[in-house]
T-cell receptor, first 112, second 114 residues
Framework: NAGVTQTPKFRVLKTGQSMTLLCAQDMNHEYMYWYRQDPGMGLRLIHYSVGEGTTAKGEVPDGYNVSRLKKQNFLLGLESAAPSQTSVYFC???????????FGPGTRLTVT | DAKTTQPNSMESNEEEPVHLPCNHSTISGTDYIHWYRQLPSQGPEYVIHGLTSNVNNRMASLAIAEDRKSSTLILHRATLRDAAVYYCILRALISSGSARQLTFGSGTQLTVLP
C-alpha cells in the first residue's frame, strides 16, 4: 500500500489566493491530522479528524478549513493565503488514539 | 496538560549507543509514550511506543521508568543515517477529543559523529 500521500508536493501562491491540499491514506485509519512545520521548529497541529464527516480544531486553526467527506481523504483549505502561512504541511493518520501515527511526505508551500 | 521535555540537542559517535531522554512528569495512566524521528527534508517517522514495560523493535529500544515520569529511547549502535530530530510525545489510549494530546514539541536534534 502507498501509506499516506499528499498532493501537491510544492506550491507557490500569491497573497490572497486560495488552494486545497489533498491527503489520502489507504490504511483504513480512522484518525487523520494536518500539521504545519516552520523552519527549525516542531510540528503544530492545525486540524484533525476522528472519523469520516468529523473535524476538530488543533493548536493553530486560524486561516484554514478542513473537510473529511470520505474516510480515506482529508482536505486542507486556505481561503485567502497569507505570507505567514508559508510552511511545510504534513498530513498524518492513525488507526486509533495510542497507535502509531503515519506521516505523509509533506507539501512545501510558499506564499509571496 | 500532559507534555514532554527533551534536550534540544545531543551528539553521539558512530557505532556507539545513544540514550535520548524524555521527561513527562504529568503523564496520565492512559497515555502511551511514543517516539518519532524526522530526517532532513522528510516527514516524521514512527520509531517505537510503549505504555509501562520496556519495548524493543528493529529500530530501537524504549526504557520506561517505573513511575512512568520519564523514558529513554535507546539506539544500540548509532549510524550516520540516525542523525535526525527525535520527538517524544504522549498519546492517549482513550481520546478525549483534546488536541493537546496530539502535539509535538521541538524534539532533540541528534548529531552522529563519524
Amino acid at each position: 500500500n502507498a501509506g499516506v500521500t499528499q498532493t501537491p508536493k510544492f506550491r507557490v501562491l500569491k497573497t490572497g489566493q486560495s488552494m486545497t491540499l489533498l491527503c489520502a491514506q489507504d490504511m483504513n485509519h480512522e484518525y487523520m491530522y494536518w500539521y504545519r512545520q516552520d523552519p527549525g521548529m516542531g510540528l503544530r497541529l492545525i486540524h484533525y479528524s476522528v472519523g469520516e464527516g468529523t473535524t476538530a480544531k488543533g493548536e493553530v486553526p486560524d486561516g484554514y478549513n478542513v473537510s473529511r467527506l470520505k474516510k480515506q481523504n482529508f482536505l486542507l483549505g486556505l481561503e485567502s493565503a497569507a505570507p505567514s502561512q508559508t510552511s511545510v504541511y504534513f498530513c498524518a493518520s492513525s488507526y486509533r488514539p495510542g497507535t502509531a501515527i503515519r506521516f505523509g511526505p509533506g507539501t512545501r508551500l510558499t506564499v509571496t | 496538560d500532559a507534555k514532554t521535555t527533551q534536550p534540544n540537542s545531543m551528539e553521539s559517535n558512530e557505532e556507539e549507543p545513544v540514550h535520548l531522554p524524555c521527561n513527562h512528569s504529568t503523564i496520565s495512566g492512559t497515555d502511551y509514550i511514543h517516539w518519532y524521528r524526522q530526517l532532513p527534508s522528510q516527514g516524521p517517522e514512527y520509531v517505537i511506543h510503549g505504555l509501562t514495560s520496556n519495548v524493543n523493535n528493529r529500530m530501537a529500544s524504549l526504557a520506561i521508568a517505573e513511575d512512568r515520569k520519564s523514558s529513554t529511547l535507546i539506539l544500540h549502535r548509532a549510524t550516520l543515517r540516525d542523525a535526525a530530530v527525535y520527538y517524544c510525545i504522549l498519546r492517549a489510549l482513550i481520546s478525549s477529543g483534546s488536541a493537546r494530546q496530539l502535539t509535538f514539541g521541538s524534539g532533540t536534534q541528534l548529531t552522529v559523529l563519524p
